[in-house]
């Protein structure tokens, strides 16, 4: 029993002190453990930036547009109240929210006009979405992490009303002339909030509560993004009047309004008279995806339902002649009312429950739809048409080609990496090939002294485990570190070198993802790990089979 526990004692001895000698005699070692580091630096980095904006972008979608969708675009569907008090009796439904999205043109304040997406919601939108904290212009207690110095308007309370009176004592600005602004135009950042959350404002003249739009802080291109994080709008922007005169004009959205011009279509497709209105701009929306933020507006329910004709009113008959004429008056007959048309919308948003999976809340949502589409039949489009146009959808199913092709190039990414670690294998095999053809002696002095062929492949193979573990370690931290400060460093190389390689144009969101996911750096550590033993492999089987007596006389 005691000579084996001291032959025990004796492996365990020279196995960590030919460790320890060979990793800090030898420069190869180094070489390979930096390999190992770079490639699970490379890994960790690429997967946290690709796979985080992909889970930005989903958790962003989610936020904007719940986890089901019922849609009947264009000309919509009623009875959409039952249909919502239906849904929240499930027990897997949070909440459930009206909407109208249609295609409108959008006229700003200093004349430009282009096409935006115009979104009817109420005030249970949101209850299915985060647009409550989607509203930028709100009172702040403290600044935003980037905003070193507090220039982040938001945080002076006294700013709205500063700068409407700044703008009224300034008749003429950098010698042109100034309109100034209606009293009471700028409203305070609390009354902001509360204005965006209902699409509300109280007119600054007659005092009545009117609707309102939000629009996305982008849309504009007025307020500018700062480095910190924050938006700031310049004082006045440039507007061409009817006289033909360049007058300057306020140029904080919050105290302007658009006008949008909508294009109305009825049950059967065709296009009605074009609609227009003008709105005050409540607040503005940051959803934190470029795209949504440039493209969208968000209008009052009502307000939408009566731009579009969707609102509840009169079924009207027309007669099928045309030329057809009344004897007793004379006149072609009058249109003859012959029911109550339903208010209509073009979807139904639903929030799951927490714990409740978007496809699992899918399945119900369209077993409700169906018994809804047997009770009003005929009324509203059929579960079959909703099924064949895959109309009841996740919002991960509705952007399935673009996430689908994000996750490819993340995949590819990957499987490159991949290669490049195993390319670190061969050359981990190369330099233990070479070391245990070096140390042949060695080898030979071990197994003539009783170290078994185990214990002289576990050398081996330890020695290419500390290797795994010191390059894993080293990488996954030099990832971590970037990945954690990747837009400082971004914001650094622009500013110190000029070198922008994000661009919130170009990925739609205004940061890089800066979140490393545990699950992700255990999995390229295990992997350095493995990569790291299977280099070690071949050559420690080799130096298991030595011959003792030819290893004692190798030259």
């Not at 009354?191 to 509560?209: C, E, F, S, W, Y």
């Amino acid at each position: 029993m005691l000579p084996a526990i001291g032959l025990l004692r004796f492996a365990t001895v020279y196995q960590s002190l030919l460790t320890r000698r060979y990793l800090f005699s030898k420069i190869m070692p180094w070489l390979a453990t930096i390999a190992v580091a770079l490639c699970s630096f490379l890994t960790l980095t690429s997967w946290s930036v690709m796979g985080g904006f992909l889970n930005i972008f989903l958790e962003i979608g989610r936020k904007l547009e719940g986890d089901v969708s019922i849609v009947w675009p264009t000309v919509g569907f009623g009875h959409y109240e039952e249909l919502i008090q239906r849904l929240e009796k499930d027990p897997a439904v949070e909440a459930a929210a009206p909407m109208i999205r249609g295609f409108g043109m959008i006229s700003l304040p200093d004349d430009r006009a282009f096409g935006v997406t115009v979104q009817g919601i109420d005030e249970r939108f949101a209850k299915v979405s985060a647009y409550g904290d989607a509203l930028f212009w709100r009172p702040m207690a403290k600044p935003v992490p980037k905003d070193a110095l507090g220039e982040d308007p938001r945080l002076d309370p006294e700013w709205p009303m500063r700068m409407e009176r700044d703008l009224r004592n300034s008749p003429m600005i950098d010698g042109r002339p100034n309109d100034p602004p209606e009293p009471g135009s700028f409203r305070s950042w609390e009354q902001m909030l509360k204005d965006g959350q209902t699409l509300t404002v109280r007119n600054p003249r007659t005092g009545a509560i009117e609707p309102a739009a939000v629009p996305g802080i982008e849309l504009a291109g007025i307020a500018k993004r700062r480095p910190g994080g924050w938006y700031s709008a310049p004082a006045v922007i440039g507007t061409r009047r009817s006289d033909g005169q360049n007058r300057w004009s306020s140029a904080f959205m919050p105290s302007r309004s658009v006008v949008i011009n909508m294009l109305p279509v009825d049950a059967g497709g065709r296009s009605l008279t074009t609609t227009s209105i003008r709105l005050p701009v409540a607040n503005e929306f940051r959803g934190g995806f470029f795209e949504v933020d440039k493209n969208n507006v968000f209008v009052p329910l009502a307000t939408m339902q009566k731009l579009l004709k969707m609102e509840a009113g009169e079924k009207v008959e027309t007669p099928s002649n045309p030329f057809e004429i009344d004897p007793a008056t004379g006149e072609p007959p009058a249109p003859k009312v012959v029911g109550q048309t339903t208010a209509k919308v073009t979807m139904v948003l639903v929030k799951a429950k927490p714990g409740v999976k978007a496809e699992e809340l899918r399945e119900r949502c369209m077993a409700v739809y169906q018994q809804f589409a047997s009770d009003f039949d005929g009324q509203v489009p059929t579960f079959q048409q909703m099924v064949q146009n895959d109309n009841i959808s996740t919002w991960e199913r509705n952007f399935a080609m673009f996430i689908g092709q994000v996750r490819r190039e993340t995949v590819t990414v990957l499987v490159l990496l991949t290669i490049i670690s195993g390319v670190c294998s061969i050359l981990i095999l190369t330099i233990f090939w070479s070391m245990i053809s070096e140390k042949t002696k060695d080898i030979g002095i071990l197994r003539s002294v009783g170290c078994s062929s185990a214990g002289v492949a576990w050398l081996w193979l330890r020695y290419g485990l500390v290797i795994g573990v010191s390059g894993a370690g080293l990488g996954l931290l030099m990832a971590c570190l970037l990945v954690w400060n990747i837009n400082e460093v971004h914001d650094w190389l622009g500013r110190a070198m000029g070198i922008a390689v994000w661009s919130q144009e170009t990925y739609y969101l205004p940061e890089i993802p800066s979140k490393v996911e545990f699950g992700k750096a255990a999995i390229v550590g295990g992997s350095a790990l493995v990569f790291s033993v299977l280099g070690a492999l071949i050559p420690a089987v080799r130096a298991a089979r030595m011959d003792p007596v030819r290893a004692l006389r190798f030259e």
